[in-house]
T-cell receptor
Framework: SAVISQKPSRDICQRGTSLTIQCQVD?????MFWYRQQPGQSLTLIAT?????????ESGFVIDKFPISRPNLTFSTLTVSNMSPEDSSIYLC???????????FGSGTQLSVL | SQQGEEDPQALSIQEGENATMNCSYK?????LQWYRQNSGRGLVHLIL?????REKHSGRLRVTLDTSKKSSSLLITASRAADTASYFC???????????FGTGTRLTIIP
């Protein structure tokens, strides 16, 4: 199993500003995943963050809007840049447990953009 | 993009009744998993079934998988108020390390 500490748990931000979300894992992991969950919707993968290399972004997501850092094997940040109300969502980080099958999730960051 | 579609989108039942949720997916899979999400927070893994398995049990949970129909069902028996949550199926395809989530079912247990 893996325990993930994610913060902030929620924030209310003004249009045009940026927010950085942090995830700390209690063990070393190769891949960390960042998901977005828009209101009432399912989870959509934003990007996969690997230590020592650039993140791999899914279709529809770009580095300029969602820059990701992965300085070591236990930590990652996701920044939501130049926010608009359409960015209001829950953002979740996750990692695989042993066997690279089951995902463990942080508690999520509920973002509201005014 | 989403791999799985779940139905129903929402389900309300009385406490003590059984709840059944269904998931359909599009491509061949390595395994299928079910997750629970309480009040828009982090997801919790419930159960995993591999493509060569047809049924799996874990406590009050029973999962079935029909690869010929590309569908799965999750049965929660003897439901409790604490089972109120959203439930998502998720799949991993062969050669892919990324989980793709279904649309989810919102389950409400009425005390």
């Amino acid at each position: 199993s893996a325990v993930i500490s994610q913060k902030p748990s929620r924030d209310i931000c003004q249009r045009g500003t940026s927010l950085t979300i942090q995830c700390q894992v209690d063990s070393q992991v190769t891949m960390m995943f960042w998901y977005r969950q828009q209101p009432g919707q399912s989870l959509t993968l934003i990007a996969t963050a690997n230590q020592g290399s650039e993140a791999t972004y899914e279709s529809g997501f770009v580095i300029d809007k969602f820059p990701i850092s992965r300085p070591n094997l236990t930590f990652s940040t996701l920044t939501v840049s130049n926010m608009s109300p359409e960015d209001s969502s829950i953002y979740l980080c996750s990692v695989y447990g042993g066997g690279r099958e089951k995902l463990f999730f942080g508690s999520g960051t509920q973002l509201s953009v005014l | 993009s989403q791999q799985g579609e779940e139905d129903p989108q929402a389900l309300s039942i009385q406490e003590g009744e059984n709840a059944t949720m269904n998931c359909s997916y599009k491509t061949s899979i390595n395994n299928l998993q079910w997750y629970r999400q309480n009040s828009g927070r982090g997801l919790v893994h419930l159960i995993l079934i591999r493509s060569n398995e047809r049924e799996k049990h874990s406590g009050r949970l029973r999962v079935t998988l029909d690869t010929s129909k590309k569908s799965s069902s999750l049965l929660i028996t003897a439901s409790r108020a604490a089972d109120t949550a959203s439930y998502f199926c998720a799949t991993i395809s062969f050669g892919n390390e990324k989980l793709t989530f279904g649309t989810g079912t919102r389950l409400t247990i009425i005390p």
